[in-house]
């Protein structure tokens, strides 16, 4: 999108125009958190699940959120019109703010940076929901804090371009032998039983908007779940596999580390639990 309006600390300005401080913590230090909310036919989708992560994410790093829940809300809304923005997802970061010189102690008294923008891409149909993808283990380096949303992606990121590099789509990350998570997405597995199964809450994983939506949605759709750990291995050879995150909705997994999942091909349970995914986003953006 070319010249879009973006919104830096109560202006909505052209995006060649924004700026933020060279002392902003953020920039410094990832002294910040962000989420992302999937826009379909101009309505935001799943977002009071994403601001109560946000505010549970504050409180947990000591961020003030400059404005309420629903001032926040009408911000990305004014955006979602001032950009025309009908399909994709809009993006929010708060950092600490800029104090008058670097320092790793928390400043006091400090005005936060909140910056927010749209992006447009296609959710609804996308080539990766049925063709799936591959996907590659390695070792989780991240933080031990990965329950709050932080900008410290670093290491996701040399996660995704490794996989890209040696030819797979992503990479689910490993520790103590376990799967944690996708490199930007929450991890499942079906077993031979047709039983969905996806790693437990916990610091060691995101809490996924999603993921708890699709949760809800198995239960309500008679689709038994199963909160556990589970190792590369038994992942390689379950019965289908697949990630959620707020913008892929479900993609399905058909090879992890050139392993063949099923026969190869996206799975029946993923593909319903997109589907009636996507019922849930139809519905929300039609109200």
């Excluded at 101009?42 to 629903?70: D, Q």
């Excluded at 779940?225 to 019965?239: G, S």
Aim: aromatic share 8%; glycine share 6%; hydrophobic share 40%.
């Amino acid at each position: 999108m070319l010249n879009r309006i973006v919104y830096v600390n109560g202006d909505y300005i052209n995006e060649h125009d924004a700026k933020v401080s060279i002392f902003d913590r953020g920039f410094l230090f990832a002294d910040a958190v962000y989420e992302v909310t999937a826009v379909v036919n101009g309505h935001l989708i799943e977002n009071e699940g994403h601001m109560n992560r946000l505010a549970r994410s504050c409180n947990e790093l000591e961020l003030t959120l400059p404005v309420t829940i629903e001032e926040l809300t009408h911000i990305q809304q004014e955006l979602i019109r001032l950009n025309q923005l009908d399909e994709g997802g809009i993006y929010l970061q708060l950092s600490r703010g800029t104090a008058g010189d670097r320092d790793f102690a928390y400043p006091q008294n400090i005005q936060p940076t909140l910056v927010l923008f749209t992006q447009a891409r296609s959710l609804l149909d996308s080539p990766k929901a049925k063709k799936g993808m591959k996907v590659v283990t390695i070792e989780d380096i991240r933080w031990h804090r990965r329950d709050i949303k932080t900008v410290q992606l670093l290491a996701p990121c040399m996660a995704k371009q490794f996989a890209l590099s040696q030819g797979y789509d992503d990479a689910w990350l490993t520790e103590g032998g376990y799967i944690t998570e996708g490199s930007s997405n929450n991890a499942y597995i079906v077993t031979e039983h047709n039983t969905v199964v996806t790693r437990p809450l916990s610091r060691d994983i995101l809490h996924g908007i999603t993921r708890q939506a699709l949760l809800d949605l198995g239960a309500k759709h008679a689709i038994k779940i199963e909160e556990r750990l589970f190792t590369p291995e038994e992942a390689m050879h379950a019965k289908e596999a697949f990630i959620s995150s707020a913008t892929t909705f479900v993609y399905p997994v058909v090879e992890i580390n050139d392993q063949p999942i099923g026969d190869g091909k996206p799975g029946p349970i993923a593909k319903q639990l997109r589907d009636i995914y996507i019922d849930l986003v139809k519905r929300q953006s039609a109200s």
